[in-house]
């Protein structure tokens, strides 16, 4: 194999002048260079990566600890970081913590967490990546689950309580509140809520979105329209028959997630409602299943990929050692109007 003595050797120059043409730098003549990427392509001369990574104490290799790559949102975000990661020629690490496999929505403690983290962060400063980006389950809190490096970190559905700490997140509250906007707007009136586990920040975020609407339209907050889910397709269907089952039933409601709203498609069959006529559902996700239900699924479309995107891109520019303006970034959801409303 081909090394750059033997380019130096045979273009007659010093094994620095080939150094400088390979990096583009230093001052090299515009004939000597030609002759020297000439002789490159005829030998196919790769450089070595590995090497010249210790030499500059650059690997370009990012890590990456996801929570659990079953879950729906992980491949889209994983998607994004790798197609930053192809055009600027990083590679990637990618660790797998299997929490929603192991654990389901009951989120392990936090000292139980730090020993199924530990290994696997240790695993990837151990092959020297520049920064990692941590992808969560679900938006909430997760301090204190790393350990205090010099390397990093950037966190994507998820955050933590310190300020300088730099996560990636899509705007759950705006996302919420444009939802319930635009059933308010279309007619419904009587827009009832099924949300998600209280634990999630976006759980939260979406409620007081959803309140926020229907304030601004002078709608008395009504609690009884207000049911509390936890993600899953069966808790939204009991409770959508728990709220078309009151005095004076919602005339739409809005689910946290599509599975839930799935839950909600089946009361309504089962009670005979017309959707949309007599019931609209919005949904949250987008996720795939969602246009193939009957009716197809009005819901909110989650920038994934931005975000996996942007969180490899801001990740870089701190390594770089760039600027930047804000440490809790929020990206734009996309409302997705189907048959369902």
Not at 115 to 133: A, C, D, K, R, T
Not at 168 to 190: C, H, M, P, V
Not at 270 to 283: S, T, Y
């Amino acid at each position: 194999m081909a090394n750059i003595k033997d380019i130096a050797d045979l273009a007659k120059v010093s094994v620095a002048t080939v150094s400088n043409v390979l990096n583009n730098r230093g001052r090299v003549g515009e004939e000597t260079r030609k002759k020297i990427l000439k002789i490159v392509e005829e030998m196919e001369y790769k450089p070595n990566r590995v090497a010249k990574s210790l030499k500059m104490n650059k690997t370009h290799t990012i890590g990456v600890i996801v929570e659990d790559l079953s879950v729906f949102n992980a491949p889209e975000i994983i998607d994004g970081i790798n197609e930053f990661a192809e055009e600027n020629d990083y590679s990637i690490l990618l660790t797998n913590l299997r929490l929603f496999k192991k654990f389901g929505n009951q989120f392990p403690d936090v000292d139980t967490y730090k020993e199924m983290v530990m290994p696997l962060f240790h695993q990837l400063l151990s092959n020297q990546v520049e920064g990692i980006i941590y992808i969560g389950i679900h938006r909430r809190n997760v301090s204190g689950i790393l350990p205090e490096s010099n390397t990093p970190v950037v966190y994507t559905y998820c955050d933590t309580s310190n300020d300088t700490d730099i996560s990636i997140n899509y705007d759950d509250y705006k996302a919420s509140f444009d939802a319930t906007n635009y059933l308010i707007k279309k007619g419904y009136r009587e827009v009832a809520l099924i949300s998600g586990l209280i634990n999630s920040e976006s759980a939260l975020e979406r409620f007081n979105g959803y309140c926020k609407a229907l304030m601004d339209s002078s709608i008395q907050f009504n609690p009884n329209y207000v049911k509390t889910g936890d993600w899953e397709f069966e808790s939204g269907y009991m409770m959508a028959m728990d709220l078309l089952k009151e005095e004076k039933r919602p005339s739409a409601i809005l689910a946290m997630n599509d599975l839930m709203a799935g839950g909600v498609l089946k009361a309504a069959k089962e009670l005979n409602l017309d959707v949309p006529g007599e019931l609209a559902i919005f949904g949250f996700d987008n996720r795939e299943i969602s246009s193939y239900y009957t009716p197809k699924l009005s819901t909110v479309s989650l920038p994934l990929h931005d975000m996996g995107e942007r969180s490899i891109k801001t990740l870089i520019d701190v390594i770089n050692g760039n600027n930047i303006k804000t440490n809790k970034i929020k990206l734009l959801c996309e409302l997705i109007e189907r048959d369902s409303s």
